[in-house]
């Protein structure tokens, strides 16, 4: 049979744009359809404005720093507009170039919403096309709980371009969304205050670091209530009240809520050509990322395997070597996959926590340093700086790493390479470090802590 196109892809995020370009580079014929913006979640409203934003959050502590320094500067002012507007000119750049690299592929782009009438089958507004095989790359989307005043709520999606800047804002969640917008908020000057569901955010990281982080979060300001349930929202004159579960009412210019994200499944016609998924909308998939229909395929967020853009893009790259050539591309790892948070300080990690290490290597060794950032012995500033090391006993192999601290996702980037090549305690006690950083204290830790 004779299709429009060997392979149609529904979503052009960094998985979905990946698995476009990889693919026509392999010689296939290959379009994309996008609803909303080039890029996805993390050009648009993720990782990368958000990171634009938390250097943007910093500088009122680098000004107040300064001082130490020699310098005579000071904050003046801050200017919401302006922060907010160079960031939509760097998106709408990026935008730009994906654009052009899926041009340059030789990939066709459709703007616009997509269904699909059957497994070969892509319908939209300016035509329908059929495809031998379709991938569905759609990301995930904010979901807020639904509770009386909802409405009322913002998502991280809004939060990249309000209107104005508030003075007090309440951030609803736990997951590390949460924690990088309230580092956000307060480092602009909001007054801020974090509510969480659960006795301590960052569910899933080691358990230290997450301890570590709120006691440097309230040092910065950041008002922690943790165990708190929102029952409803109310606007009363320009402000939002939220009511409690144990009766408080709370008042705010700004209600964010970073409360999970769903795949972002509706409208697709999935489950009417026999797709099967998981009852939070994720899409079943095999180790070569084909669904329970076997011409349609999926990876990215919309599977809830990992959401992180690097593991769609290393999933996008299995999956066109997988269709477009000879090769037997070898399986995504989903073991030790360096990641960061930016809050303020940043957190790196590597590897499992120390509580599931603890049950997967039984003689387990950790190595733990805290200490004060050379900066801060002439800034003053009583913020500390956690490294841990996570070693097998038995093999001496160093199976995780975990940091909290300034440029804690630059270090940790090289240590995870460390660690996937299987490196031993004793290689890193051979490296030798370079001083004065806090990176040197990775290959410097010689006494077990517990």
Known sequence: ???????????????????????????????????????????????????????????????????????????????????????????????????????????????????????????????????????????????????????????????????????????????YIAVEFAGIFAGLGADTQLLYRGPLFLR?????????????????????????????????????????????????????????????????????VGVAMADNGAIRVNEHYQSSVPSIYALGDVIDRVQLTPVAIAEAMHLARHLFTEQAPAPVAYENIPTAVFSQPNIGTVGPTEEVARERFPQLQVYESEFRALKHTLSGRDERTLMKLLVDGASDRVVAAHMVGLDAGEIIQGIGVAITAGASKADFDDTIGIHPTSAEEFVTMREVAR
């Open 1 to 175: 049979m004779s299709y429009d196109y060997d392979l149609f892809v529904i979503g052009a995020g960094s998985g979905g744009v990946r698995a476009a370009r990889m693919s026509a580079a392999y010689g296939a014929t290959v379009a994309v359809a996008e609803d909303t913006y080039l890029g996805g979640t993390c050009v648009n409203v993720g990782c990368v404005p958000k990171k634009l934003f938390v250097y943007g959050s910093h500088y009122h502590e680098d000004f107040a720093d300064a001082q130490a320094f020699g310098w005579n500067v000071s904050a003046k002012s801050f200017e919401w507009d302006r922060l907010r507007d160079n960031k939509t000119q760097e998106i709408l750049r990026l935008q730009g170039i994906y654009q052009r690299l899926l041009d340059d592929a030789g990939v066709t782009t459709h703007h616009g919403t997509a269904h699909l009438a059957d497994e070969h089958t892509v319908v939209m507004e300016q035509g329908i096309f059929s495809a031998e095989r379709i991938l569905v790359a759609t990301g995930s989307w904010p979901t807020v709980p639904d509770i009386p005043g909802r409405e009322h709520v913002i998502t991280s999606n809004e939060a990249f371009y309000l209107d104005s800047f508030p003075s007090k804002v309440v951030v609803v969640g736990g997951g």
């Open 204 to 272: 899933g990281f080691d358990e230290g670091v997450r301890r570590f982080v709120a006691a440097e979060l309230e040092k910065k300001g950041i008002e922690l209530s943790f165990d708190t349930n929102v029952v409803r929202v109310e606007s009363s004159g320009g402000h939002k009240v939220l009511e409690l579960s144990d009766g408080q009412r709370i008042e705010a210019d700004l209600v964010m809520y970073a409360t999970g994200r769903a795949p972002k499944v509706e409208g697709l016609g999935l489950q009417d």
